[in-house]
């Protein structure tokens, strides 16, 4: 009985321990919703994410949806890593080192599990 116990013991920690490794996307996931939309040299830039799996970007007049969209959005959010607390000038500074380095305006809703929206908007004014 002993034994029992104690190998139940084991496994139950083994288990605990190995869980998979999540993938940056996954924060995301666990979002209801995410919308971000910049200007940069005049071109107007959104990415777009609703829970479960709606993913779309969109450039100029041009829109993408499915897989290629997932990646962009996916990529985004991984520059952004956005969390409820982050200030807007932090979020203005990642997307500009990333690649909008001539950024005009960015305006980010982000909607949590629990359904509570956070907003973020910056405009240059020079």
Not at 64 to 85: D, Q, W, Y
Request: aromatic content about 16%; overall charge negative.
């Amino acid at each position: 009985m002993k034994i029992w116990f104690v190998m139940s013991f084991v496994f139950l920690v083994m288990f605990s321990l190995f869980q998979p490794v999540e993938a940056a996307g996954t924060e995301l996931m666990n979002s209801f919703s995410f919308r971000m939309t910049l200007v940069e040299n005049g071109t107007e830039y959104q990415w777009e994410y609703d829970s479960p799996n709606a993913y779309e970007f969109e450039y100029g007049e041009r829109v993408i949806k499915g897989e290629e969209a997932k990646k962009k959005v996916e990529e985004m959010f991984r520059i952004l890593k956005l969390t409820e607390e982050e200030k807007v000038e932090t979020l203005v500074k990642r997307v500009k080192d990333a690649n909008h380095p001539s950024l005009e305006r960015l305006d980010i809703r982000y909607m949590n599990a629990d359904g509570k929206l956070y907003t973020w908007v910056w405009q240059n004014n020079q």
